[in-house]
């Protein structure tokens, strides 16, 4: 069973920033993406950054390119999300989810790459979800 942890949510000021972490455990894929993902109010869920454990391939919505930061840490099966700059529109709720890209798991739905998780809608299975954690950023 997928076990996904989020914390480092809060409030912060415009311009200030903020480190989310997301550890995962529970399955025993090869090959996986672990991916940030964010919903604000009356809008639609979001790939925010997501990153590819086996080679540390990274994805950036245009939204966060250049402010943010994904690493992951294979030791500790975690990744980091380290958010700069922090504007208003960035207030959502952070979700951390995990795809995976073994084809010989039951788990696989098809998605290849790194950019696939972050880009297409539903990419995340329903039970590969963290609980999201609350990022508010304002003045």
């Known amino acids: 069973q997928v076990h996904v942890v989020e914390s480092g949510g809060g409030l912060v000021q415009p311009g200030g920033s903020l480190t989310l972490s997301c550890a995962v455990s529970?399955?025993?894929?090869?090959?996986?993406?672990i991916g940030w993902f964010r919903q604000a109010p009356g809008k639609e869920r979001e790939g925010v950054s997501c990153?590819?454990?086996?080679?540390?391939?990274?994805y950036y919505s245009d939204a966060v390119k250049g402010r943010f930061t994904i690493s992951g840490d294979d030791a500790k099966n975690t990744v980091h999300l380290q958010m700069n700059s922090l504007r208003l529109e960035d207030t959502a709720v952070y979700y951390c989810g995990v795809v995976s890209l073994d084809p010989l798991t039951r788990a696989f739905r098809g998605f290849t790459t790194v950019q696939a998780v972050c880009v297409v809608r539903d990419s995340v299975a329903s039970d590969s979800w963290g609980q999201g954690t609350q990022v508010t950023v304002s003045s």
């Open positions: 990153i590819g454990m086996s080679d540390k391939h990274t």
């Open positions: 529970g399955f025993t894929y090869r090959d996986y993406v």
